[in-house]
T-cell receptor, first 113, second 114 residues
Framework: KQEVTQIPAALSVPEGENLVLNCSFT??????LQWFRQDPGKGLTSLLL???SQREQTSGRLNASLDKSSGRSTLYIAASQPGDSATYLC????????????WGAGTKLIIKP | SAVISQKPSRDICQRGTSLTIQCQVD?????MFWYRQQPGQSLTLIAT?????????ESGFVIDKFPISRPNLTFSTLTVSNMSPEDSSIYLC???????????FGQGTRLTVV
């Protein structure tokens, strides 16, 4: 059974720092991995989608990597800003499922001005 | 891509009543899902909304409590029936075209049961 773990659960850093969020999964048989952002009490915003055949994806200050063989993904945020404060969730779509996503518990990120 | 409109965005309901949440997608999609996110928790899948047939429910969720409709490829509803305070959560609609493509989410419905 696929399990997704995100470390750390919470992270607080000063504005301007580069940071890395981690996501690990137990079964490499996936279609893709997706990173989301969630602001308090709100829905989810898709940040990056990495297909199983890809190694990384970039969007602006965000870079996500995928190492399927080791079951790991990282989300790199460059030059962090207070507006980046949110909970970041990763989710994988297993190949043996009814297309549902399996979720990590999230990393709550606080960027201090 | 797909833009999902979900309403209401929030509601406060009396216990014992029911609330229907609507999810409208701006394009036809293959897959639609309903999730629940309890306070401080990650997302839990309630069911897959199947177009023209009964929804597929996950373990712990039943049709009598969470009836779902999906009359076409762009619209679905989730009803939370006979509500209790334990049903207070954010309910999220998700849609996608195929398994290997991006999943999109509505802005969520924040439900408080008093």
């Amino acid at each position: 059974k696929q399990e997704v773990t995100q470390i750390p659960a919470a992270l607080s850093v000063p504005e301007g720092e580069n940071l890395v969020l981690n996501c690990s999964f137990t079964d490499s048989a996936i279609y893709n991995l997706q990173w989301f952002r969630q602001d308090p009490g709100k829905g989810l915003t898709s940040l990056l989608l990495i297909q199983s055949s890809q190694r990384e994806q970039t969007s602006g200050r965000l870079n996500a990597s995928l190492d399927k063989s080791s079951g790991r993904s990282t989300l790199y945020i460059a030059a962090s800003q207070p507006g980046d404060s949110a909970t970041y969730l990763c989710a994988v779509r297993p190949r043996d499922s009814n297309y549902q996503l399996i979720w990590g518990a999230g990393t709550k990120l606080i960027i201090k001005p | 891509s797909a833009v999902i409109s979900q309403k209401p965005s929030r509601d406060i309901c009396q216990r014992g009543t029911s609330l229907t949440i609507q999810c409208q997608v701006d394009s036809q999609v293959t897959m639609m899902f309903w999730y629940r996110q309890q306070p401080g928790q990650s997302l839990t899948l309630i069911a897959t909304a199947n177009q023209g047939s009964e929804a597929t429910y996950e373990s712990g969720f039943v049709i009598d409590k969470f009836p779902i409709s999906r009359p076409n490829l762009t619209f679905s509803t989730l009803t939370v029936s006979n509500m209790s305070p334990e049903d207070s959560s954010i309910y999220l609609c998700s849609a996608g075209h195929q398994a290997n493509t991006e999943a999109f989410f509505g802005q969520g419905t924040r439900l408080t049961v008093v």
